[in-house]
């Protein structure tokens, strides 16, 4: 936890600048070990998974330089989905850079993308609710996706621009992930009256990553200004290369549904290459959706 406060106070005292990756191998300690990148990579990666949006500027080919963005959360809880649309576009608008890095926005954004960045404003007497259930280990009732969801909770935490509960619903043995802003009727039940889950089951933030199928690796192009969204909404890839003015990435996937999940909100700005499976289920996941 040391190593990663000090990683943490570095990045952000160095702001839009960033920091070489060597800098923060001797920062982090891993300076003379085996294999200093990967050992900062993992530290990188626990950092991007309690919350910070962390991006690698380096030119292609070069060292990697590591910059922190702080986004601005009081902005979602304070403002309405539409009304935080209109921020974003007048900050594009406005050439207002440092302000659109606070509202979570890609490099390069265009106004058109300031209406589809992911964001999950949540009422802050229900995230207070949720929160004290979590304290508190309370049953926790609510409406998800049109569903009354009975949930043991687990824990509350940050990231992608949304606050996540993750938690074991009643009678499932499986941690599940719900997006506090897409609850309502929330309420708790007395002090105790939840177990609290396993966190084993899912080692990783991101769902796809949790074992629901059978491992798979998955290749997904973007375009060069789109590869820190990507890396972003995805994590960290088995591989990464340059392919004309296209970033590929190989992930490796063991919850498919997770997968897609998070290609649909990265939308055009992402294209899947394979394998052919994964093509097909999407579209035949989308055509459902389109009633066709």
Known sequence: MERLVRLAVVLHRAGPEGVPAE???????????????SQLAREIRHLREVGWQIDNIAP??????????????????????????????AALLADRSDLGDRLGLPQ???TTEAATTPAAPVDEATLETVLRAVRRRCLL?????????TVHPGSVRAANQAWHLHGREDGDDRV?????????????????????????????????????????EV???????????????????????????????????????????????????VRVLGPEEIRSEMLGELAAMAGE
Do not use: C
Not at 28 to 37: E, I, K, S
Not at 63 to 84: C, E, F, K, N, V
Not at 141 to 149: C, I, V, W
């Open 23 to 37: 800098t923060l191998i001797t920062v982090a300690g891993f300076a003379g070990r085996a294999d200093p990148g």
């Open 141 to 149: 009732s609510f409406r998800y996706k049109g569903t009354p969801r």
């Open 219 to 269: 290749s997904l192009a973007a375009a060069q200004p789109y590869a820190p969204d990507v890396r972003r909404w995805l994590g960290e890839a088995l591989s990464e290369r340059l392919r004309d003015d296209q970033v590929v990435f190989v992930y490796r996937v063991t919850n498919r549904a997770g997968l897609r999940a998070r290609l649909y909100q990265l939308g055009t700005r």
């Open 60 to 89: 292609h080919g070069e060292d990697a330089r590591y910059r922190m963005t702080s986004i601005d959360g009081r902005l979602q809880i304070r403002l309405t989905a539409s009304q935080q649309t209109a921020l974003r576009r």
């Open 176 to 216: 599940k992930v719900f997006v506090v802003g897409r609850m309502s009727q929330v309420s708790t039940g007395e002090p105790g009256s939840a177990q609290r889950p396993s966190v084993t089951n899912h080692p990783s933030l991101h769902p796809m990553h949790w074992e629901y199928d059978e491992p798979v």
């Open 108 to 110: 390069g954004a265009t």
